[in-house]
Antibody, heavy 123, light 108 residues
Framework: QVRLQESGPGLVKPSQTLTLTCSVS??????????WSWVRQAAGQGLEWMGH???????DYNPSLMSRVSISVDASRNQFSLMLTSVSVADTGMYYC???????????????WGRGTLVTVSS | SYVLTQAPSVAVAPGKTARIPCGGD??????VQWYQQRPGQAPVVVIY???DRPSGIPERFSGSNSGNSATLIISRVEAGDEADYYC???????????FGGGTKLTVL
């Protein structure tokens, strides 16, 4: 059974860099056919895709975050990470790592999610 | 970029059928996914590719997609179905996923 588990600091100061890690068990982050993704949700708000990383190492990011976000993989630890620079209170919320896959056509959807980790940006 | 529009809320009595719409330009040409997010929990996919159900999801959950609107249909609604529901498509023109704003389902 594949599981995703987020970890990272619950509190970050404004202007600092947030780094979160997603540990994957039951599957390899380097196996083909998946996007490894980060999605966030501000309190009482909807889901916002932040970006994803393909097993080849290719990445893509939400244009609204493009200048501040990066996603990387650590194959030796079977983890992938999110880095968000210059955080502000607007970045406070729940952060989820998730896996995207596809079936009959190449239209990706999220088939697995971590439980999420709450990040608060405050001085 | 592609935009998905959802009503903020839908209310239904227990045992009735809930229909949650998701609007998008020619959405019938795309595959639509639906995610259920209960309070305090992570989202879970309940419908993918318009009408496919993952294992473990009750048959009461179904989906349709036609024209400019996709619909999540929940039959014989139960109190445990009370949650936020998000539709999602893959925007192939930009190679990225798009979420609707979410609909809160209230079971009266």
């Amino acid at each position: 059974q594949v599981r995703l588990q987020e970890s990272g600091p619950g509190l970050v100061k404004p202007s600092q860099t947030l780094t979160l890690t997603c540990s994957v068990s039951g599957a390899s982050v380097t196996s083909g056919g998946y996007y490894w993704s980060w999605v966030r949700q501000a309190a009482g708000q909807g889901l916002e895709w932040m970006g994803h990383l393909y097993t080849s190492g290719t990445t893509d990011y939400n244009p609204s975050l493009m200048s501040r976000v990066s996603i990387s993989v650590d194959a030796s630890r079977n983890q992938f990470s999110l880095m968000l620079t210059s955080v502000s209170v607007a970045d406070t919320g729940m952060y989820y790592c998730a896996r995207q896959t596809y079936r009959r056509t190449v239209e990706w959807y999220f088939d697995l999610w971590g439980r999420g980790t709450l990040v608060t940006v405050s001085s | 970029s592609y935009v998905l529009t959802q009503a903020p809320s839908v209310a239904v009595a227990p045992g009735k059928t809930a229909r949650i719409p998701c609007g998008g330009d020619n959405i019938e040409r795309k595959s639509v996914q639906w995610y259920q997010q209960r309070p305090g929990q992570a989202p879970v996919v309940v419908i993918y590719y318009d009408s496919d159900r993952p294992s473990g999801i009750p048959e009461r959950f179904s989906g349709s997609n036609s024209g400019n609107s996709a619909t999540l249909i929940i039959s014989r609604v139960e109190a445990g179905d009370e949650a936020d529901y998000y539709c999602q498509v893959w925007d192939a023109s930009q190679d990225r996923p798009v979420f609707g704003g979410g609909t809160k389902l209230t079971v009266l």
